[in-house]
Structure formats: C-alpha cells, structure tokens
C-alpha cells in the first residue's frame, strides 16, 4: 500500500516551514498569512490530486473529488490553526493524512476513495475566543448572532475577520453541514498526552471525548497606593485570583483522577508595579468524561470563589463561555477501524480524549470516531511536540484501508 511517510514528512516541514528538527514553533492565528500559507498548500497538493476546493459558509476548506459526485464520502480532516508558539503536530496530521490518502489512491490506480477532506476554521479558539468556531457554525450549534460576540486580537469579530477567506454569514442557515451527504467521520489527531508514548503503542482508537466547560471570572476591588495603603485596607483584585486560581487547580483532584482544570489567561488592570490591582479577568478551562464531574466541577467554583470575592470585599462575576458535553463516539465506526486495523495485523488500543476536536461537535449529527497518534512525553502545545513518522503512516494506512475497502451500502 503506497502510504509514503516520505510525502507525510514534506507536508509536516512545508506546513511548519522549518526543518522539524528545529522543533518549529507554530503560530497560525485563523485567517492570519500563516495559516492562509499552510492551507494554500494543502489545496494545491490536493487540486494536484485532482480534487475541488470549496469553502462553506462558516469558513472551513472542503476537498473532494468532482468524480465522487453523488455519492456518500468518509468526512476526515483537523484543524491548520494553531495556540501560540504551538507544535508542528496538532491538528495538522488529521489533514495531511486524509491527503496521504488521495494521493496514495491515485498512485494504486485506484478511482479516488468515497472520501472529503476538510480542514476545520478557528478549532483552537485562541484566536476569537471559543474554540470549534467553524466545525460549530457549519453543524449549526453557532449562528451569525453569537458569532459576533467573538473577536481576534485586532477587535475584528470571525464574520467581518472571515469574509475574504469565504466567511457568509448570510449564508450559515442554507450552507449547513448535511447528514445525507456523508457516511461517517474520522479525525486522525496526536494524543496530546504520555500514555500511548509510554506504553510504546503507535496508534489508538478513541471511542470517546471528554466534555468541557469553559468560564470567565472578573473581579473588581480599589486600586490604591502599593506604599502608602495598610495590607487590612486594600481591594486586591490580584491576590484575590491568586487564592481562587490556587483553589482551581485543587477541585479537579478532589472530583474524579480525569478531571482538570486550567487557568490559562489573566488581564491585570492597571498592571502597574506601584498599583495594587484594581480588576482581574482570567478564565477557567474545565474537563472531565462524565456530566455527574463537570456539574460537580460547576457547583464547587460557584461556591467557593463567590466567598473568597466576600471575605476580601472584592465584586465578582463568572460567566460561563462554554458548556461541551463529553461525546461518546460511534460504536459502528469504531468497529470498522477496528476491523480496518486488523486487516494491517494491527490491534488498536483503545482510549479516551482529553483533548476537544471538531469530531465532538459533528458527533451528534453523523457517526463518528477518532484515532490517535502517539505524542513523544505526551507534550503538546509546544514546540517540542513531536510524533513519530512511522506512527503517523500507520494511521494513514488505516484510514486508507477503512475509506478503500469498506464501501457502506449508500456508497456503493
Ligand atoms: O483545547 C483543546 O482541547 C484543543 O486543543 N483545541
Ligand atoms: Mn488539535
Ligand atoms: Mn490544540
């Protein structure tokens, strides 16, 4: 089977643009030159594998062959937007294996696999704020009047940031994601976590993704003088988020051992070093496999940070930004990857993701699974984040031998 880690390395240095020895930083804000770069070349391999581009009303790329027209396709695909100085891997490798894919089957003589790639817009949310943000409006869990609530670093929200990239909002209820036109989906992602990697395992099949609620907690006190005011006298809005920051990251282990909880953004106003602070923004990342932990996990902030905002008299406000269920993913796909796997003598671990991805949010709307790719030390959103090339092929072979050989009945 003609799956060429070699062609899956060229996509991995021309999308990072860097020798991935150099451990490349990626810093793809959706919309920004250097994601438009690393989907430009995505398409071109893909036109040159004779597929059509078509960009839905949300934003995200949609790859397909014209030859495929009419039939029920395999939807796979990830995301190209990346965190902040992220990695070379996530999300990435769920597009270019999918490509692999293409291109293999045309290199078999074969007519192009009942297959779509899609590349997902603004997964990460790092760049307006709540992550899935296309995967969500093209399954129509997001219309064009919550999307505006959302903006990137220069004010712009996604519609007005997204409209020279295909971005219609007028066009979300009519371009909407269509059950009948597919038979499944499968994203390929990097595990993100130690356990495949420690347990010396290439690939896993996840048959289920945690669910997550995401918060953002203001809190107002009086900024004064950092000299001249008595410690009983002061409003710190700091040292408030300081003790409600170090009671987040308790709660999850007093919950359940796959619960966590992240505190990855603060604002400090006025952030001056002679200022005691007056107001502290900061957000509150929680996950866990089971509804019974993240409502647990809910009621224990709604506790115990309005009581330290009391007893330091500072005002408080947490608004809840999120609220993902944890998605079970289908039994039926999960089986026929299974079997696809077994048709390589491979036995696919099993596994469940921490991790979000856009396979969550089409999970209610059309069977779905993931697999996964050993991350080396389970480091992710990093520039050390690194996978094994041989790994990445093995899944590539997978989803080869599911989209090639199980032909489901609408497809045949
Ligand atoms: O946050 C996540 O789980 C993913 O990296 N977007
Ligand atoms: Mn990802
Ligand atoms: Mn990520």
């Given at each position: 089977m003609p799956i060429s880690p070699e062609r899956l390395e060229r996509d991995l240095t021309m999308i990072a643009q860097a020798p991935l020895s150099s451990r490349p930083a990626a810093n793809r804000p959706t919309f920004s030159p250097t994601w438009v770069e690393a989907v430009r070349y995505v398409v071109s391999e893909a036109e040159a594998c004779g597929l059509t581009k078509r960009v839905d009303a949300a934003g995200n790329i949609h790859l397909r062959s014209p030859e495929n027209i009419g039939r029920r396709l395999w939807l796979s695909g990830s995301h190209l937007d990346s965190v902040?100085?992220?990695?070379?891997y996530d999300g990435v490798v769920g597009v270019i294996i999918p490509l692999e894919v293409f291109r293999a089957a045309r290199e078999d003589k074969l007519?192009?696999?009942p297959l779509e790639l899609v590349i997902f817009a603004e997964e990460e949310g790092t760049t307006f704020g709540l992550g899935m943000l296309g995967s969500r409006t093209w399954a129509g869990t997001l219309d064009a009047a919550a999307l505006v609530k959302f903006h990137n670093s220069d004010g712009q929200d996604y519609c007005s940031a997204g409209k020279p990239f295909g971005v219609r909002s007028l066009e979300f209820a009519s371009d909407r994601f269509r059950a009948e036109d597919y038979s499944g989906l499968v994203e390929v992602h990097v595990e993100q976590g130690p356990s495949l990697w420690k347990k010396e395992q290439p690939v896993a099949l996840v048959t289920a993704i945690n669910g997550r609620r995401q918060y953002r907690v203001a809190l107002e006190g009086v900024a004064n003088h950092a000299g001249s005011t008595g410690m009983a006298d002061r409003f710190d809005a700091l040292a408030g988020a300081a003790e409600m920051i170090a009671l987040v990251e308790k709660i999850p282990g007093t919950l359940s051992p796959q619960a966590v909880a992240t505190v990855g953004r603060i604002e400090c106003l006025?952030?001056?070093?002679n200022v005691i602070p007056s107001r502290v923004e900061f957000t509150i990342d929680f996950r866990a496999p089971l509804e019974s932990v993240l409502d647990q996990g809910a009621a224990e902030l709604d506790w115990h940070l309005p009581a330290i905002a009391q007893r330091r008299g500072l005002k408080i406000n947490i608004e809840t930004t999120e609220i993902l269920p944890a998605a079970p993913l289908s039994t039926e796909v999960c089986q026929l990857l299974r079997e696809a796997a077994a048709r390589l003598n491979c036995t696919l671990p099993e596994t469940a993701s921490g991790a979000l991805h856009d396979a969550a949010i089409l999970s209610p709307l059309l069977p779905a699974a993931m697999l996964f790719v050993a991350s080396r030390d389970g480091i992710s959103h990093n520039p050390d984040e690194y996978s094994e090339i041989e790994h990445i092929s093995q899944a590539a072979r997978i989803l080869y031998e599911l989209v090639t050989t199980t032909v489901t009945r609408e497809q045949s």
């Amino acid at each position: 089977m003609p799956i060429s880690p070699e062609r899956l390395e060229r996509d991995l240095t021309m999308i990072a643009q860097a020798p991935l020895s150099s451990r490349p930083a990626a810093n793809r804000p959706t919309f920004s030159p250097t994601w438009v770069e690393a989907v430009r070349y995505v398409v071109s391999e893909a036109e040159a594998c004779g597929l059509t581009k078509r960009v839905d009303a949300a934003g995200n790329i949609h790859l397909r062959s014209p030859e495929n027209i009419g039939r029920r396709l395999w939807l796979s695909g990830s995301h190209l937007d990346s965190v902040p100085n992220g990695g070379a891997y996530d999300g990435v490798v769920g597009v270019i294996i999918p490509l692999e894919v293409f291109r293999a089957a045309r290199e078999d003589k074969l007519r192009p696999p009942p297959l779509e790639l899609v590349i997902f817009a603004e997964e990460e949310g790092t760049t307006f704020g709540l992550g899935m943000l296309g995967s969500r409006t093209w399954a129509g869990t997001l219309d064009a009047a919550a999307l505006v609530k959302f903006h990137n670093s220069d004010g712009q929200d996604y519609c007005s940031a997204g409209k020279p990239f295909g971005v219609r909002s007028l066009e979300f209820a009519s371009d909407r994601f269509r059950a009948e036109d597919y038979s499944g989906l499968v994203e390929v992602h990097v595990e993100q976590g130690p356990s495949l990697w420690k347990k010396e395992q290439p690939v896993a099949l996840v048959t289920a993704i945690n669910g997550r609620r995401q918060y953002r907690v203001a809190l107002e006190g009086v900024a004064n003088h950092a000299g001249s005011t008595g410690m009983a006298d002061r409003f710190d809005a700091l040292a408030g988020a300081a003790e409600m920051i170090a009671l987040v990251e308790k709660i999850p282990g007093t919950l359940s051992p796959q619960a966590v909880a992240t505190v990855g953004r603060i604002e400090c106003l006025p952030n001056a070093l002679n200022v005691i602070p007056s107001r502290v923004e900061f957000t509150i990342d929680f996950r866990a496999p089971l509804e019974s932990v993240l409502d647990q996990g809910a009621a224990e902030l709604d506790w115990h940070l309005p009581a330290i905002a009391q007893r330091r008299g500072l005002k408080i406000n947490i608004e809840t930004t999120e609220i993902l269920p944890a998605a079970p993913l289908s039994t039926e796909v999960c089986q026929l990857l299974r079997e696809a796997a077994a048709r390589l003598n491979c036995t696919l671990p099993e596994t469940a993701s921490g991790a979000l991805h856009d396979a969550a949010i089409l999970s209610p709307l059309l069977p779905a699974a993931m697999l996964f790719v050993a991350s080396r030390d389970g480091i992710s959103h990093n520039p050390d984040e690194y996978s094994e090339i041989e790994h990445i092929s093995q899944a590539a072979r997978i989803l080869y031998e599911l989209v090639t050989t199980t032909v489901t009945r609408e497809q045949s």
